[in-house]
């Protein structure tokens, strides 16, 4: 498998600020995975983000060390806009990112930019209206619809530019649980049936888990644990000293396996908790 990102040695210092946002951080991304990056509020998980599409160091002051490559080539390198073509961003707060009048044009929008022919267009924009299932919201202003069909929006315009990487910082932070889960199913949507590479960062571990082949937790700007997901979970003792609360399915195998009931991997899922549960009673 090739790597997508390779960052290496790199820390981040914002230029007005005493302790680097990010420190000596390795990590390689491969293609086509799909990687969970938690962490406590201001651990760095946005600055890492910005670092991979190119904000950093290209919309902020500060002082880099090492290096963060993006498909074999330093984010420098890449001429403007030319990076963000490979890296798509979605952030927590769509309301930011729109300029349209419809959802349609703002669907549109960034296709056209990126020079695409109308049939090429068409084709793209019924794609990611049935995926993002936005049909029936086409017609309408972007600031009439509630903050799920707009991170939906959000989500459908990013991926309308297929990029090759996709990361969504935060996406469901100020939506409701069902909203919440409707990004999860069009990602888990994405996930079977493409081949993108997809970094979420996200506080809702529940959804999170059963769609990540892997997990990094950062703190205080480095990276604590980078783990297969299944193995990311073996460490629930120093996950919890983080402040990181596994779902409760799986904490309880935890708390079973402390108290020498139970012996072998945590389920990821309420289902294979079930399972796990039915063979032990
Ligand atoms: N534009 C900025 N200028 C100075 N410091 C910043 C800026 N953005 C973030 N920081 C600082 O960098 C650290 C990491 O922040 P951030 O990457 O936003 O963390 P997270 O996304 O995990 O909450 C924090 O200490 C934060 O205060
Ligand atoms: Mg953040």
Do not use: C
């Amino acid at each position: 498998m090739s790597k997508v990102i390779e960052i290496a040695d790199y820390t981040w210092k914002y230029i007005n600020t005493k302790m680097p946002a990010l420190k000596d951080v390795n990590l390689s991304i491969e293609e086509g995975s799909f990687v969970g990056i938690i962490g406590p509020n201001g651990s760095g998980k946005t600055t890492l983000a910005y670092s991979m599409d190119g904000l950093i160091p290209g919309q902020y002051n500060g002082i880099k060390k090492g290096t963060v490559g993006v498909f074999g080539k330093e984010v420098e390198e890449y001429g403007r806009g030319e990076l963000q073509r490979l890296v798509g961003v979605v952030f927590s707060d769509p309301e930011a990112q729109f300029t349209a009048m419809t959802v349609e044009i703002e669907l549109v929008f960034g296709m056209e930019n990126l020079g695409l022919t109308i049939p090429e267009i068409r084709e793209r924009l019924e794609w990611v209206t049935e995926l993002t299932d936005l049909a029936h919201l086409l017609e309408k202003p972007p600031y009439e619809i509630s903050g799920g069909q707009k991170q939906r929006v959000a989500l459908a315009a990013v991926l309308a530019m297929m990029p090759k990487v996709l990361i969504l910082d935060e996406p469901t932070s100020m939506l409701d649980p069902v909203s919440r889960m409707r990004i999860f199913d069009v990602l888990a949507k994405l996930k079977a049936e493409q081949n993108n590479t997809i970094i979420v960062i996200e506080h809702s571990l529940e959804q999170l888990i059963p769609l990540a082949d892997r997990m990094i937790l950062l703190v205080d700007g480095e990276t604590v644990l980078d783990e297969e997901t299944q193995t990311f979970f073996r460490h629930t003792e120093l996950l919890l000293g983080k402040s990181v609360y596994p779902p409760g399915a799986l904490r309880f195998f935890h708390e079973l396996s402390q108290r020498d009931r139970y012996r072998g991997d945590y389920p990821l899922t309420v289902a294979d908790a079930s399972t796990l549960l039915e063979d032990l009673i």
